[in-house]
């Protein structure tokens, strides 16, 4: 029986402004019965209220952490790729590829740092500086621009221990398309025999 039934019931104790003793208990125990729902409800949304500010401010709390530990990395792969422009000893670059190669060639394509690796093949570098960057490049096989640049690489490079390296590279990506700069290879009468011989091997290869 809800409290307004109740109350409806006992009307006439109520205008007389007294009610027998048993209904006075049972009329207090209904009011606490339909007073203590309304109490618990707001006690429910207190907590929830709570937590969602709890949530909140640990979500803040995390994307801060995020966002500072990303512009901490990209700042320090900034720096990396300027000290491979900026390197003045050769060990000092093959440092700073060995760098950038375990702490972000591992996560994901970073077009900076392939963009300064390319440059590296391209330019009048050392020959351990490109063996470097052709290790380092070789963990993308799939990545088209990756692929293109070591076959033009292929076709200019005249450093004989990188034009093995640029050989075996190819073959392990088994490029149709570095049979023109193996027959260059194969054609100029100053490549070493040793390459010539690699060359001519994997250009039978690809041609199977």
């Given at each position: 029986?809800?409290?307004?039934?109740?109350?409806?019931?006992?009307?006439?104790?109520?205008?007389?402004?007294?009610?027998?003793?048993?209904?006075?208990?049972?009329?207090?125990?209904?009011?606490?019965?339909?007073?203590?729902?309304?109490?618990?409800?707001?006690?429910?949304?207190?907590?929830?209220?709570?937590?969602?500010?709890a949530?909140?401010v640990?979500?803040?709390?995390?994307f801060?952490?995020?966002?500072?530990?990303?512009?901490?990395?990209?700042?320090?792969?900034?720096?990396?790729?300027?000290?491979?422009?900026?390197?003045?000893?050769?060990?000092?670059?093959?440092?700073?590829?060995?760098?950038?190669e375990?702490?972000?060639?591992?996560?994901?394509?970073?077009?900076?740092?392939l963009?300064?690796?390319?440059k590296?093949?391209?330019?009048?570098?050392?020959?351990?500086?490109?063996i470097?960057?052709?290790?380092?490049?070789?963990k993308?096989?799939?990545?088209?621009?990756?692929?293109?640049?070591?076959?033009?690489?292929?076709?200019?490079?005249?450093?004989?221990?990188?034009?093995?390296?640029l050989?075996?590279?190819?073959?392990?990506?088994r490029?149709?398309?570095?049979?023109?700069?193996?027959?260059?290879?194969?054609?100029?009468?100053?490549?070493?025999?040793?390459?010539?011989?690699?060359?001519?091997?994997?250009?039978?290869m690809?041609?199977?």
């Amino acid at each position: 029986m809800s409290l307004e039934k109740f109350v409806k019931e006992h009307q006439d104790a109520f205008d007389d402004k007294t009610m027998p003793e048993t209904a006075s208990l049972d009329f207090e125990a209904r009011l606490k019965k339909e007073l203590h729902p309304k109490q618990t409800k707001v006690k429910r949304l207190n907590v929830i209220r709570y937590l969602s500010i709890a949530a909140s401010v640990a979500l803040l709390v995390t994307f801060g952490y995020w966002y500072q530990n990303r512009q901490e990395r990209i700042e320090k792969r900034d720096n990396l790729v300027l000290a491979l422009d900026e390197s003045d000893t050769n060990s000092s670059r093959l440092e700073a590829i060995y760098e950038i190669e375990d702490q972000f060639v591992n996560e994901k394509e970073d077009e900076k740092i392939l963009d300064a690796f390319f440059k590296i093949l391209k330019a009048n570098s050392d020959a351990n500086s490109k063996i470097a960057v052709i290790d380092a490049l070789l963990k993308f096989p799939d990545n088209v621009k990756v692929r293109s640049q070591l076959i033009d690489a292929l076709g200019t490079e005249t450093e004989p221990l990188v034009q093995l390296k640029l050989i075996k590279s190819v073959a392990t990506l088994r490029e149709q398309r570095a049979k023109a700069p193996l027959k260059k290879i194969i054609e100029d009468e100053e490549s070493l025999p040793l390459v010539k011989g690699n060359a001519s091997a994997l250009l039978a290869m690809l041609n199977q």
